[in-house]
């Protein structure tokens, strides 16, 4: 049975979770353990980090409007039971970290205006590995996560699979490189020789990263469809069969297949050259198909019907009740 509870906001918030949370782990990585000390790879993923903040606070946005209740929000932090209370609490601490941190780094010298402020930013400083090792942390997890709250959901069994969460992970990383191939190294200080040959390395090393991440994520989506479409449930099996070749197949194919993962691939393995491709054209892309598949994935959240429900409405039909049946507004609240 189909019927769609989550709509776009859904998979927007799914989409910018993952992207930044991806970008500050991988920040993490870059400041902390390729480069520890360098000021100039904190220059380099200055941006980034600002990118990361922005989507984490705009995909909190998104999910706090579907909620429907936005002054209720605060509830999903007291119910430890719920995997949406863990998924708020990451948020908050990568959130709060990453900000520390990037204020912490703020063009203080260039900048007049923020002249009084370097006392602030010398004191924040100290912290500043710690709040990136909490935001790194906590990014990770909000990966993770945003595919484990679809697999909790047993009632939808195209989400309810242990491949789900692998699968997004993947996207989000691959997503995140391409982030921090777009942003990475632009400064308002301006670069310098030792920020460029950071950019530099960053720029090679997530190029190399997302040749890899691209073939996982293509080699974990065609093992989760092709398992469905083999030895899955009744939902599995439709679903699968709808992405491959119905409904879903020129946006399976054309769009998430094509565009978002095989010429993306194909630029980074045989035009690695061509920074104009690599560093632009190529990541708009897999982020574009970082999207799709996410909303692919929300809307196939066909669940298997429970006994007699069919007949059930059926029957109320037939007595006149369609009416009924229908006019229920957005967020859930009977007309009548």
Not at 290 to 307: H, K, Q, V
Request: with cysteine; charged share 10%; net charge negative.
């Amino acid at each position: 049975m189909r019927h769609h509870y989550w709509e776009l906001p859904i998979f927007v918030y799914l989409f910018l979770g993952g992207l930044g949370g991806g970008i500050m782990f991988l920040s993490m990585i870059f400041t902390l353990i390729m480069a520890p000390g360098s000021m100039e790879m904190v220059q380099v993923v200055w941006l980034p980090m600002l990118v990361a903040i922005a989507c984490l606070a705009l995909g909190c946005f998104f999910l706090v409007f579907e909620l429907g209740q936005p002054f209720a929000f605060l509830r999903v932090f007291l119910k430890n039971t719920s995997i949406i209370c863990w998924g708020a609490r990451f948020l908050t601490v990568a959130m709060l970290a990453a900000i520390v941190w990037w204020v912490a780094y703020l063009p203080y010298e260039s900048v007049e205006w923020l002249w009084p402020f370097q006392g602030l930013a010398d004191a924040l400083r100290v912290a500043g590995p710690v709040c990136m090792v909490l935001a790194g942390v906590a990014g990770f997890c909000i990966m993770v996560y945003t595919g484990v709250m679809l697999s909790t959901l047993k009632a939808h069994s195209f989400w309810a699979t242990p491949a789900l969460p692998v699968l997004f992970t993947v996207s989000a990383l691959s997503t995140a490189c391409a982030g921090i191939m777009l942003f990475a190294g632009i400064h308002p200080e301006g670069a310098t020789m030792g920020v460029q040959l950071a950019s530099t390395f960053v720029h090679e090393q997530v190029h190399e990263y997302d040749i890899v991440l691209v073939i996982a994520e293509l080699t974990v989506l065609f093992v989760m469809i092709l398992s469905f479409l083999g030895s899955g449930n009744k939902v599995q099996n439709q679903v699968a069969h709808r992405w491959i070749h119905g409904s879903y197949a020129l946006a399976f194919w054309g769009g998430m297949i094509c565009i978002g993962l095989g010429i993306p691939e194909i630029i980074n393995i045989f035009c690695g050259e061509v920074e104009v491709l690599t560093h632009i054209v190529a990541p708009i892309m897999v982020l574009c198909g970082g999207l799709l598949l996410r909303a692919m994935c929300i809307f196939s959240d066909d669940r298997a019907e429970i006994p007699g429900e069919i007949r059930y409405f059926t029957k109320l039909k037939k007595k006149g009740q369609a009416e009924f049946l229908t006019r229920w507004d957005y967020n859930g609240q009977n007309e009548f």
